[in-house]
């Protein structure tokens, strides 16, 4: 029989039953590696498992999203029912995952009514008052730093052969939510990492867990990533910036998790978890926050130490605002295959400036210029649709900026840019979230059972937590399909991909957009009884067309192609061996 670790890791799809039921999610995955399911777990999974592995607690990611996506005939009921930890443990962290991540829960009681059930994540935190009352959840860790809480919750079920919602010691837990006799309780965040500094994101426990267990697919991070092995590496644990929308705000931190300050992890600490990575896998790196927010200093320590790495390594770096000619000078001289990202949102100031973001079109268009005539293998820019002030005009607008960047790039296809739209939720515990008006929004839904509703509706338009005063959902589901038309052609014109991409994508687009407007047909048909029926005979048509809308997916890669995985470090980290 097969070890049983003490805490289980479940990662559920958005939506449980997708197998089943006909959703055109649409474009809303297209700009991340995942698919529409979003399989790809959190990265505090990673952390996690180091932090209790170290301290004597054994821990296993299952991904039952990817386990689903990739195999029709997995059985989730049977394969949990196998399963014996102390705890299972499940995300809850973009809201994304609010029908999935409650279904498996409902799940994993129906096997095994006495494990406790733990949550956590932003979306936990947000709404643990809710989320406590539902009769498959147990306990809730809030916050960003859940290791340590984790930890003791573990250590105490662990050494207990019954489970004392009662006891004092439980009361002692930082962060930690849990329910006794029907009172909640709920207890200070008090555990808040200030230096990160017992927070490893070493991927080699991934590689142990797929021995100790013999499960290689239940730790895979997201459905290509044999193909394309993209490794990330957090930069930062909070944010120094307040965008409106972003569930992982300097305003959101502080709303749900009770943190003043963003903790940036020591540059050494980042240049060590690289080489690391590059020990055993050839892959791209990505830096998962921008190091500028911590000012010119914290980067040139990294650029310093970075000096230590291969050279020829491939590493994406994103930004928050435009940096200043000398970042991308030192980049140049530390690597040699680098590209970049920035999110401006809109071309239109004004929209950006409401957003929370102050820079202008010409610092932007200087900086990625620059970026270019240094050596960027790449250059992304992400727009989004749906934003405040913003009209169906203004996303069409924003097709003709980026036209006009082409032409002052001499048509560079190292420029890429992508449009998308703001879906599916407005993030809970973000500005705009808190005080929609202000923003021009009306909120739809609010509660989390209302989000758990409507993630399974028929397509996005339906899904979107939001109107606006400014474009009507409809004129906005359009309008991204249309502007994406526009940045295609765009893209096919400068050679960033490829005529036969570029026909592919407007093909899929369109095809989208036709099954959209059927949807809406059937949604008005008024015969109640017949639209399940109707919507289900669309089915195969949804999921098809809810793929690489927007761009094909593989858009999003390195245009490089060494991507290799070392084997025989992998199997020598395996057995123990560094």
């Known amino acids: 029989m097969k070890k049983q670790p003490d805490l289980i890791l479940l990662h559920a799809p958005s939506v449980y039953d997708f197998r089943k039921k006909s959703i055109m999610f649409g474009p809303m995955?297209?700009?991340?590696?995942?698919?529409?399911?979003?399989?790809?777990?959190?990265?505090?999974?990673?952390?996690?498992?180091?932090?209790?592995e170290k301290r004597g607690i054994s821990a296993r990611i299952v991904n039952l999203a990817y386990r689903m996506f990739n195999d029709n005939d997995f059985d989730v009921e049977a394969f949990i029912k196998k399963l014996n930890p102390v705890a299972f443990g499940i995300d809850l962290h973009w809201l994304v995952h609010c029908q999935g991540a409650t279904e498996i829960a409902k799940i994993v009681k129906k096997y095994h009514p006495q494990t406790p059930v733990i949550f956590g994540g932003f979306s936990s935190s947000y709404f643990y008052k809710?989320?406590?009352?539902?009769?498959q959840v147990d306990f809730i860790i809030r916050g960003d730093s859940a290791e340590e809480p984790l930890y003791r919750l573990l250590s105490l079920l662990k050494n207990s052969s019954a489970v004392d919602y009662g006891c004092d010691d439980l009361k002692r837990i930082p962060n930690l939510v849990w329910k006794n006799a029907g009172i909640v309780h709920a207890n200070n965040i008090e555990c808040i990492s200030s230096d990160l500094e017992d927070i490893d994101f070493d991927y080699r426990v991934m590689f142990k867990d797929v021995l100790k267990y013999l499960d290689l697919r239940s730790v895979v991070p997201f459905c290509d990533w044999f193909r394309y092995p993209i490794t990330t590496i957090p930069v930062v644990r909070g944010c120094n910036n307040n965008c409106a929308n972003c569930g992982g705000s300097k305003y959101a931190f502080a709303l749900f998790g009770n943190r003043a300050r963003p903790a940036f992890r020591k540059p050494s600490r980042l240049v060590e978890e690289i080489k690391v990575i590059g020990k055993y896998i050839d892959s791209p790196v990505f830096l998962l926050g921008d190091l500028n927010s911590n000012g010119r200093d914290y980067?040139?320590?990294?650029?310093?130490?970075?000096?230590a790495l291969d050279k020829n390594m491939q590493i994406f770096f994103e930004f928050f605002e435009p940096p200043?000619?000398?970042?991308?000078?030192r980049a140049s001289e530390i690597f040699n295959n680098v590209c970049y990202e920035i999110s401006p949102d809109s071309h239109d100031e004004k929209v950006r400036t409401k957003m929370g973001k102050t820079y202008t079109n010409l610092q932007l268009t200087e900086s990625i210029e620059y970026a270019l005539l240094k050596g960027a293998k790449r250059f992304d820019m992400y727009f989004m649709t749906g934003l405040p002030l913003q009209t169906k005009d203004s996303i069409m607008e924003t097709v003709k900026f980026c036209e006009q960047l082409y032409e002052r790039f001499k048509w560079d296809k190292r420029f890429m840019p992508f449009i998308s739209p703001m879906a599916p939720f407005l993030d809970p515990g973000s500005r705009i979230f808190e005080n929609p008006s202000k923003f021009g929004y009306r909120l739809l839904f609010k509660s989390l059972k209302s989000h758990i509703e409507a993630v399974t509706k028929p397509s996005w338009k339906y899904i979107l937590n939001y109107e606006s005063d400014y474009i009507s959902k409809d004129d906005l589901v359009w309008a991204t399909y249309e502007a994406a038309l526009g940045l295609n052609r765009l893209k096919g014109k400068s050679g960033?991909?490829?005529?036969?991409?570029?026909?592919?994508?407007?093909?899929?687009?369109?095809?989208a957009v036709s099954i959209m407007n059927e949807i809406d047909s059937i949604m008005s048909s008024g015969a109640k009884s017949e639209i399940e029926n109707m919507l289900m005979g669309l089915k195969d048509k949804t999921y098809k067309y809810s793929m690489s809308t927007v761009c094909e997916k593989k858009e999003l890669e390195f245009p490089l192609s060494k991507r290799n995985f070392k084997w025989l470090e992998i199997i020598k980290a395996s057995f123990g061996s560094k």
């Open 496 to 511: 960033s991909i490829s005529g036969n991409v570029m026909k592919d994508n407007e093909e899929r687009i369109l095809k």
């Open 29 to 52: 995955s297209d700009l991340v590696p995942s698919s529409p399911i979003f399989e790809m777990y959190p990265i505090g999974f990673l952390t996690i498992l180091n932090y209790l």
């Open 299 to 307: 980067v040139e320590d990294f650029f310093n130490c970075a000096g």
């Open 324 to 329: 200043g000619k000398w970042f991308f000078d």
């Open 130 to 135: 809710e989320l406590i009352d539902f009769e």
